[in-house]
């Protein structure tokens, strides 16, 4: 067990994607890049509380975000995300 790089990667993504909202915006942006409003939309919260969402995930190498003009993109990282999640 120790010597399986699939099992450490999965025993550190269980706290994590044991939150359903983290596993929502993922599933969400895993079919399409979106911005963080719209990842915001279906949710009463701050803009902080999302972000603070979006940047577990992003220190997870799940996903990862640029800019586009006045807008930050988010999207799952495939080349991470695809080996951890078998997405």
């Known amino acids: ?5 699939g099992f ?13 909202t983290r596993r929502s915006f993922l599933a969400r942006v895993a ?3 979106l911005t963080v ?9 701050t803009f902080a509380a999302v972000s603070k969402h979006l940047k577990v995930l992003e ?12 807008y930050q993109m988010v999207a799952v ?3 991470q995300a695809r080996p951890q999640l078998a997405i």
């Not at 450490?8 to 359903?20: F, I, N």
């Not at 409003?37 to 919260?45: H, K, L, Q, R, S």
């Open 31 to 33: 079919e399409a890049e």
């Open 77 to 79: 990282d495939h080349r």
């Open 1 to 5: 067990i120790d010597g399986n790089p």
């Open 8 to 20: 450490r990667s999965t025993v550190r993504l269980t706290p994590l994607l044991s939150e359903s």
């Open 37 to 45: 409003t719209e990842i915001a939309a279906p949710y009463d919260w």
């Open 59 to 70: 220190h997870a190498r799940l996903i990862g975000h640029c800019r586009n003009g006045s």
